[in-house]
């Protein structure tokens, strides 16, 4: 089974950058779609973007809070790593973000809504800090 590590979290001022790394060990992740989630204090976990297993396609959810054109998932499957890189950064971006991996892309896409659905791997999670 594959095992993600977060890494590339910290503290930054509003209106920086960060560029997380979600590290694969144990199996490739070109057998897995991929997704970046975050929660922030007293709220839900919520899926911010999705990317596929050859990295073609990528989702982000259609709502009021989403982080399309400030936030860029992708990944490298050579490197057995994905990215999540943030721009813009704002205080309500401020939350442990996770990585997570599963077989399949819709799952990624729905786990925070369907609760019959399950993830394969989960990350530990990385703090992201911003200050105003």
């Known amino acids: 089974q594959v095992q993600l590590v977060e890494s590339g979290g910290g503290l930054v001022q509003a209106g920086g950058s960060l560029r997380l790394s979600c590290a694969a060990s144990g199996r490739t992740i070109s057998n897995y779609a991929m997704g970046w989630f975050r929660q922030a204090p007293g709220k839900e976990r919520e899926l911010l973007a999705a990317?596929?297993?050859?990295?073609?396609?990528?989702?982000?959810?259609n709502s009021p809070d989403s982080v399309k054109g400030r936030f860029t998932i992708s990944r490298d499957n050579a490197m057995n790593t994905m990215y999540l890189q943030m721009n813009s950064l704002k205080p309500e971006d401020t939350a442990v973000y996770y990585c997570?991996?599963?077989?399949?892309?819709?799952?990624?896409?729905?786990?925070?809504?369907?609760?019959?659905?399950?993830?394969?791997?989960w990350g530990q999670g990385t703090l992201v800090t911003v200050s105003s």
């Open positions: 990317i596929s297993r050859g990295g073609g396609s990528t989702y982000f959810p």
């Open positions: 997570a991996a599963d077989p399949i892309l819709h799952n990624i896409v729905v786990v925070t809504t369907d609760k019959d659905i399950s993830l394969e791997v």
